[in-house]
């Protein structure tokens, strides 16, 4: 069976690089050799233990050495020296992609070392958990989930066309998109729905201890989905706010104005205002239940 | 077998009443005939075809008249109207209850009502899904979900302990609380949780065109979790918002002062303040699970 890449490196095996490790492994035609490159060796045992890669490799320059795509699966703060500690590495015809959440950041932090003669396609899998690390994996994790490409000008359209092809194999639903307009779509549907998911958990914790072990105790459904975005992994989001930061202060802007907007109506009472939201809320429910999102 | 409340009439029947009625149905012990209201002809005639009710009326004052238990399941904004329309009916030594959301404006719209000799114990199931009406409800929607209760100063204890015993009938864990404080916890757990969510929906909606389009085609796991509590009846929630403005309006003032602080970090680069907003965001994430709230 011909393979798109016989070497698949992945560079950081959490949730998003164990899962394409477990999926190239479960679904045929993506890769041979899977190769696990992780920050640390306590990470990198673990992954030995669970048996999803081939070669289990520290140095993330020797493992993307002769690699046919190398993933860049870390927080996306740590691209810009990844990139330049591998880039020599990367041998002709080799493409280099990413599954960070923010593209222009990733495109200003790797474009720069990507060698002549290899290919750069940043890609972003529009998919996850609350859970992280490389245990949390699954090779299901990409079926029916958009994965938005963002090739910058002039990339070689096979090369992202063979990206693609990866990505249909894991199940994923692909789309090309110019890296700047991708960051303002994923800062308001996921970038700031995290940030209010993070800040109401701060919220209630500040309260007075009585009420915070009753926020606890009587969670009801309202806050407990907000607490399943809030558990994410502190660092890789840390890192996205920090790599989007201009669209998401525009969202964050917009969003308060509209919140103040509600307060407003609630204060004084205009409950047309206020029914008028959420029946507009109710319009966007419906047409994601259409799409096949929900 | 004996029953708590031989005649039960519920005054609504939407997703919470309609719930009471099949789980009465369901778990022996609550009641023997159910006396249904809803407010229009065209309910009623479905909860009649649905079959869960034995007496089906479409004057509340008729359906509460000899009962033991009524229990009012409608938008917290129809009590007062109701409970003046009721009261009158009420039989010596009946209950009179409620399923509200908000519990000082209960105790303001039924209490002055409420004749001699009828003890009035309002409660709050805190459960729910996004659906309404008859069709919605199930008998297994309180199964360990909290039931508070927030019986008045000077509330006969029996009565009390009668209507804990049909929640607890029902699956439901009860607890008692004082109406102000049940109205700050609801306000953070629940209230302004559907608040936010029903504003980031506005806030996309409101995006330029093509912008909604993507919106709703690439919603990740964030937006999608927010949309489905923001899916909730309109009616009640504008109702709910009206009925406890003053804790949800400190809650809101509170939650957007943290907004502003997070947003301060994101533009001054500030990771440590975020990371630590995530991790205290995850320590109440494991609290919930520890508490089987999640």
Redesign the interface.
Same mark, same amino acid.
């Given at each position: 069976m011909t393979v798109l890449f016989p070497r698949l490196a992945l560079i950081g095996t959490g949730l998003i690089g164990g899962s394409i490790a477990r999926a190239a492994r479960a679904y045929g035609g993506i890769a041979t050799t899977i190769i696990a490159n992780t920050r640390t060796q306590k990470s990198l045992d673990r992954v030995a233990e669970l048996g999803f890669a081939d070669i289990c490799e520290l140095d993330p320059a020797k493992a993307a050495e002769g690699a046919d795509l190398v993933i860049l699966c870390s927080p996306v703060g740590t691209y810009a020296s990844l990139a330049a500690q591998i880039a020599p590495a990367l041998k002709p015809g080799a493409i280099i992609s990413d599954v960070g959440s923010t593209k222009q950041s990733v495109i200003r932090d790797i474009g720069p070392h990507v060698p002549a003669g290899v290919h750069f396609v940043p890609s972003h899998p529009?998919?996850?958990?609350?859970f992280s690390g490389p245990d949390s994996g699954f090779a299901e994790l990409f079926q029916n989930r958009?994965c938005?490409l963002t090739p910058p000008p002039g990339t070689d359209d096979a090369a992202t066309e063979k990206l693609e092809a990866a990505w249909k194999i894991m199940g994923a639903l692909t789309?090309r998109?110019d890296a700047a307009?991708h960051d303002?779509?994923?800062a308001?549907?996921?970038?700031?729905?995290?940030?209010?998911?993070?800040?109401?958990?701060?919220?209630?914790?500040?309260?007075a201890d009585e009420?915070r072990q009753?926020?606890? *105790?009587?969670? %009801?459904?309202?806050? #407990?989905?907000?607490?399943?975005?809030?558990?994410?992994?502190?660092?890789m989001? /840390?890192d996205i706010?920090?790599n989007n930061?201009d669209a998401?202060?525009e969202?964050?802007?917009?969003?308060?104005e509209?919140? *103040?907007a509600? %307060?407003r109506a609630? #204060?004084w009472?205009d409950?047309a205002y206020?029914?008028d939201?959420?029946?507009? /809320?109710?319009?966007?429910?419906?047409?994601?239940i259409e799409?096949k999102?929900?």
């Open positions: 529009m998919a996850g958990t609350e958009w938005i789309a998109m307009h303002r779509v994923a308001i549907v996921s970038h700031l729905p995290h940030l209010l998911a993070f800040t109401i958990c701060g919220t209630a914790d500040d309260l009420t009753e926020v606890l *105790q009587f969670a %009801a459904s309202g806050f #407990r989905d907000f607490t399943r975005i809030a558990a994410s992994d502190p660092t989001w /840390s706010f920090m930061k998401i202060l969202m964050l802007a917009r969003f308060s509209d919140a *103040q509600m %307060a609630i #204060r009472g409950t206020i029914e939201k959420i029946n507009r /809320s109710r319009k966007i429910r419906s047409s994601l799409l999102q929900a």
